[in-house]
């Protein structure tokens, strides 16, 4: 594991947490790894580990675009990840707001009844 790879994989952890991680990496096959690898390094290690702004910015960045390009799967786990990056749920409704205004008020709705949803299972399963 190259020291990059390494850094990534802490701040992965750090934001995901261990158990989706976990099941990230036992999911993994010689098809995919590849891929996996890269996405680790890129994202992960040269996006998420710098330290010119905060993990929550990143998170708002992060929802943000996702919900702009309607990838529905990924908006989910990176709104489950807001309490590690100490994004609120505030945090997530302003960066919606910018979503409705430039990408769409369509894109902006899908993603705010999306985070409503999560937001309420992890309550639920907080209980």
Do not use: C
Not at 73 to 95: F, K, Q, S, W, Y
């Amino acid at each position: 594991m190259t020291d990059l790879t390494a850094k990534a994989m802490t701040t992965r952890r750090r934001v995901l947490g261990d158990a989706h991680v976990n099941r990230a990496e036992a999911a993994k096959t010689a098809f995919d790894a590849p891929f996996q690898a890269l996405i680790t390094d890129a994202a992960w290690g040269h996006v998420w580990s710098r330290d010119t702004i905060s993990l929550r910015e990143r998170s708002m960045l992060t929802i943000a675009l996702l919900a702009g390009l309607g990838n529905d799967h990924e908006l989910v786990m990176h709104i489950r990840a807001t309490p590690n990056t100490g994004a609120t749920e505030t945090d997530v409704l302003e960066a919606l707001l910018h979503v409705a205004i430039y990408a769409g008020v369509p894109r902006a709705n899908h993603a705010i009844k999306i985070a409503k949803d999560t937001f309420a299972a992890m309550a639920e399963e907080e209980t």
